[in-house]
């Protein structure tokens, strides 16, 4: 590396000196330093990445840990040879500087950081515009810093594309911020194009991108290249932010700190570059329906004045008071989302009444569609009122360090994953928002607590487990205090009884019998028997949850007819040779569906909903009404395939239902159903 780098300085001196002029000192010392800086920035000038590489090493970087090769695949939706060609390209770049992605055989990757300024600098975004996201990107920030109508002609020419892609990606850029919130307009006249003037709409979108980009594994974050904003300035605004908030007694989670952190840098440079929020500003997309009533008194006022006097001694900045009113909205909306009182009556107070209208009525259609009753479920009420809120204030904005966690709660929770699928879609209808994957990725998690929440409500004390044993006492004692520690509230102990007292068994009238001895050679029960060892290892843990799930979903679910369930058990699996691609798949399904049942189903597979199994089969389902009788149909290849961001996928299922209340039940048996261990298609 040393070498590199004399070299480099060499070809410096020799080419570029002259150039420098007057800039240059005489002093050998500082020229070392200078040069220093200067190659640095020469050198990682190049090392920008298009946004799929962003994406690796984002995932990486968040893991913490190792991540296999299959599961970036799936995560970007590329193949294997391509996450390798990516992590080649990335490690050539920063080997230099201590920052490599380490392949451990046979385990996966992982991400080492030797130099967090250097990781950062990979993600700049100047020249860097291989993909649609990289172009859009660009697009919206240059827009934002004119004032004037802006060629299309030395657009195409800065960013190196033809017209045609960039009227595609200008489509792209009106769909993302002007048919939606932020409802930016972008005005077109001829081959010249401007963004409406709406400073607060403009300065919303910054912060959403900025927070887009930020890494929490760093106090300094990652900030795109085309911005005003250094890494001394937001260490400044940090410092004196913490600050007033410790003296106002005002809480803010990491989001919201970092929030209110690019918010007011924003503020300062946007100020510097001549562009003011005006008088009366408020938050700014809070103003439609919903939005919280903002007001510039109180504790968030007063921080906010403190903080632009203290920044104001710093920068020789007078302090202006439309900015203060528009950052202390900011502030009002960031402590609501942060509200800590569990009473769903105070959080009413702090959220609109309207807000409270419409979960009320979400709330409603769940319990109608899916047959979830969240309402009495305070917890989910309040979490669901400050979300909800929060999106009517548009302070909502991606974080791309969650989504590897809802990827893997997906495949656990498929029909809970519909159930956010269909709220994501109504709260993009009732906010005019563009929410998408990420909105989900928040719902999903509330919703599995809000679900074992109703769990632990019907199943009361526990599921009722019988224990049966034929060791000594002390051995027994062991047993029943491994499955508390195993199990914990989820089951409720009867016994310990011995395995020849059947008549006691029985009166405790379980739901499942776990046993140290095989009983099922001369006991026969009406409820699941389990033989297991009393030290409760891993093959026992996963045969007691596969019996413990199919009682839950006996109290979560609609229950099947014996005639449905049957019918439905006896479903045939289409075998498919070669390495045919979804759209091929699914129309020999439907085809074969058209044979079977009479059903004449659209072949394109968008058409359906969908949800991803954790045996990597697709699920689509239909829903066509009362009169239809419920199927369900599979078709398992012999190769796999990839659809979408989806990869290694092994079969498709199709249901047809007549509703969504059988869709949970349903669910349960597809994935029972599409185990496909012991199948073989040779």
């Given amino acids: 590396m040393k070498q590199n780098y004399v070299d480099f300085v060499g070809g410096i001196n020799c080419i570029g000196v002259r150039q420098i002029g007057a800039g240059f000192c005489t002093d050998?010392?500082?020229?070392?330093?200078?040069?220093?800086?200067?190659?640095?920035?020469?050198?990682?000038?190049?090392?920008t990445l298009h946004a799929r590489q962003r994406k690796l090493l984002y995932i990486l970087n968040y893991k913490h840990g190792i991540i296999t090769g299959k599961e970036l695949s799936s995560q970007l939706g590329v193949s294997e040879r391509t996450i390798r060609s990516d992590i080649a390209e990335i490690n050539r770049l920063m080997k230099a500087y201590g920052t490599q992605i380490n392949s451990l055989h046979g385990k996966g990757y992982c991400l080492e950081v030797g130099d967090r300024q250097a990781f950062h600098h990979l993600f700049l975004e100047k020249e860097n515009l291989q993909t649609k996201e990289d172009r859009i990107r660009y697009l919206i920030l240059k827009l934002i810093s004119q004032t004037d109508w802006y060629d299309l002609g030395l657009l195409e020419d800065e960013m190196f594309i033809s017209r045609t892609t960039l009227e595609n990606d200008m489509k792209?850029?009106?769909?993302?911020f002007s048919d939606r919130k932020p409802h930016l307009a972008l005005i077109r006249r001829g081959t010249y194009v401007k963004l409406e003037e709406d400073e607060i709409k403009k300065r919303n979108i910054l912060i959403r991108l900025y927070c887009e980009n930020w890494d929490y594994d760093s106090r300094d974050g990652i900030i795109l290249k085309e911005d005003l904003i250094n890494h001394e300035m937001l260490n400044q605004i940090r410092l004196a932010l913490k600050e007033v908030l410790r003296k106002y007694h005002i809480d803010l989670?990491?989001?919201?700190?970092?929030?209110?952190?690019?918010?007011?840098?924003?503020?300062?440079?946007?100020?510097?570059?001549?562009?003011?929020?005006?008088?009366?500003?408020?938050?700014?997309e809070g103003e439609g329906v919903g939005a919280v009533s903002l007001s510039t008194s109180g504790a968030s006022a007063d921080a906010v004045r403190q903080l632009f006097e203290q920044l104001r001694k710093t920068w020789g900045l007078e302090p202006d008071e439309s900015e203060q009113q528009w950052i202390a909205g900011i502030l009002m909306q960031l402590c609501t989302q942060n509200?800590?009182?569990?009473?769903?009556?105070?959080?009413?107070?702090?959220?609109?009444?309207?807000?409270?209208?419409?979960?009320?009525?979400?709330?409603?259609?769940?319990?109608?569609e899916y047959l979830l009753d969240f309402r009495m479920d305070d917890n989910f009420c309040r979490d669901m009122l400050l979300h909800v809120q929060a999106l009517m204030n548009g302070m909502i904005s991606v974080q791309l360090q969650s989504k590897h966690l809802a990827d893997k709660l997906r495949l656990q929770y498929p029909y809970l994953s519909c159930v956010a699928q269909y709220l994501c879609e109504r709260l993009e209808q009732i906010c005019e928002l563009e929410l998408g994957m990420e909105e989900e990725n928040y719902l999903l998690p509330l919703l599995i607590t809000g679900q074992k929440h109703d769990l632990e409500q019907k199943?009361?004390?526990?599921?009722?487990?019988?224990?049966?044993?034929?060791?000594?006492?002390?051995?027994?004692?062991?047993?029943?205090?491994?499955?508390?520690?195993?199990?914990?509230?989820?089951?409720?102990?009867?016994?310990?009884?011995?395995?020849?007292?059947?008549?006691?068994?029985?009166?405790?009238?379980?739901?499942?019998?776990?046993?140290?001895?095989?009983?099922?050679?001369?006991?026969?029960?009406?409820?699941?028997?389990?033989?297991v060892s009393p030290l409760i290892e891993a093959e026992d843990q996963k045969r007691i949850n596969d019996h413990l799930n199919r009682i839950e979903a006996d109290l979560l679910y609609q229950k099947f007819s014996a005639h449905q369930e049957a019918g439905l058990r006896e479903m045939n699996w289409l075998r498919i040779d070669g390495k045919p691609d979804l759209g091929e798949v699914f129309r020999m399904l439907t085809n074969h569906v058209k044979t079977s049942r009479g059903l004449d189903l659209n072949h394109e597979a968008e058409s359906y909903r969908y949800v991803v199994l954790k045996n990597n089969v697709v699920f689509f389902y239909l829903e066509l009404g009362q009169d239809t009788p419920l199927s369900m149909d599979g078709a398992i290849c012999k190769n796999t395939f990839s659809w979408s961001h989806n990869r290694n996928l092994r079969g498709v299922i199709l249901a047809v239902l007549p509703d969504k209340k059988q869709l949970g039940r349903l669910l349960v048996l597809a994935e029972e159903l599409s185990n496909f261990e012991g199948i073989s298609l040779l």
């Fill in 28 to 47: 050998e010392r500082m020229n070392a330093n200078w040069l220093l800086l200067l190659s640095w920035s020469i050198i990682m000038e190049t090392f």
């Fill in 172 to 176: 792209a850029l009106k769909c993302r």
């Fill in 253 to 284: 989670d990491d989001f919201g700190l970092i929030y209110m952190i690019l918010a007011v840098a924003v503020s300062y440079s946007r100020v510097q570059s001549g562009f003011r929020v005006g008088a009366g500003a408020g938050a700014g």
């Fill in 339 to 368: 509200f800590t009182d569990s009473k769903r009556e105070s959080v009413l107070e702090h959220t609109s009444e309207t807000c409270a209208l419409l979960v009320d009525q979400l709330l409603q259609e769940v319990k109608s």
């Fill in 459 to 531: 199943r009361e004390s526990g599921i009722q487990v019988a224990v049966a044993s034929h060791m000594n006492s002390s051995l027994t004692s062991y047993f029943i205090g491994r499955l508390r520690e195993v199990y914990g509230g989820r089951i409720e102990i009867k016994g310990p009884f011995p395995i020849y007292d059947r008549q006691r068994i029985d009166r405790a009238e379980p739901a499942l019998v776990l046993t140290t001895a095989q009983m099922d050679a001369f006991r026969r029960f009406d409820v699941p028997v389990i033989t």
